[in-house]
């Protein structure tokens, strides 16, 4: 039997094989492109988090660290950084003209709490997409496999003698819908355990720094009130 190439095999494929080859391509460069927006942008909430609230309990004044980062876009508010300009700003503007009181606070935690749904929210982007690439994709290929197999059966009523070389380029053809639907799937579902959990650990880290910020203005609110 000659040599097949992977092209070959997709060229003499059927139909219904060919497009199950391509959409197990094209779904899985669309996953990897997830996969490392994903990465890079986990990476920077991640160094976020970390040089905001370094500096957050470096001691500077909270409105002095308000300042400094009113004017950051929107896209660069992330983590910790986010839930505190949210919190914040809804203190301050709880206490303009009037002496803030503790019952006030509760719109603060409001506005943190919304801050971190909205940071989940974030966190959670192209989760979703890349667990059902993991678990959908190696039924596709399957099925590809099976479609080709068939072909390749059905192929032998045709043929004067049935013999090995008579099936082998059909049922190879259809095996290459399963390794694909198999690479699609494995980076698929190596990098949403992987993102779902550094996700959480992030989230986790930004809702506690949520309850140290309430508990700092819970406390400058009751010395306000002394």
């Known amino acids: 039997m000659d040599d097949f190439s992977v092209l070959d095999l997709f060229l003499q494929a059927s139909l219904i094989v060919q497009a199950v080859m391509v959409l197990l391509l094209v779904v899985s460069i669309i996953s990897w492109i997830a996969i490392f927006e994903r990465y890079f942008n986990l990476s920077r909430i991640k160094q976020a988090n970390q040089a905001f609230e370094k500096e957050?309990?470096?001691g500077k004044d909270l409105n002095q660290l308000y300042e400094n980062i009113i004017e950051t876009p929107s896209d660069e508010l992330v983590g910790s950084l986010r839930v505190f300009k949210h919190g914040?700003?809804?203190?301050l503007r709880l206490s303009k003209g009037q002496q803030i009181t503790i019952e006030d606070l509760e719109s603060v935690n409001r506005a943190i709490r919304v801050s971190l749904a909205r940071e989940e929210?974030?966190?959670m982007l192209h989760?979703?997409?890349?667990?059902?690439?993991?678990?959908?994709?190696?039924y596709v290929g399957l099925f590809g496999t099976v479609w080709?197999?068939?072909?390749?059966?059905?192929g032998l009523s045709d043929a004067?003698?049935?013999?090995?070389?008579?099936?082998?380029?059909g049922i190879s053809e259809a095996l290459v819908a399963t390794a694909l639907g198999l690479f699609a799937a494995i980076p698929a579902v190596v990098a949403y355990n992987r993102?779902?959990?550094d996700s959480d650990t992030?989230?986790?880290?930004s809702s506690v720094f949520g309850e140290e910020l309430a508990s700092i203005l819970y406390r400058q609110t009751v010395k306000a009130k002394l």
């Open 56 to 58: 957050f309990w470096s």
């Open 148 to 154: 080709g197999i068939i072909n390749s059966f059905q």
């Open 195 to 197: 993102f779902a959990s």
């Open 160 to 169: 004067t003698q049935a013999t090995i070389n008579a099936v082998a380029p």
């Open 127 to 138: 989760l979703p997409f890349l667990a059902n690439v993991g678990s959908v994709s190696p």
């Open 121 to 123: 929210e974030s966190l």
């Open 88 to 91: 914040f700003e809804e203190f």
């Open 202 to 205: 992030q989230l986790q880290q």
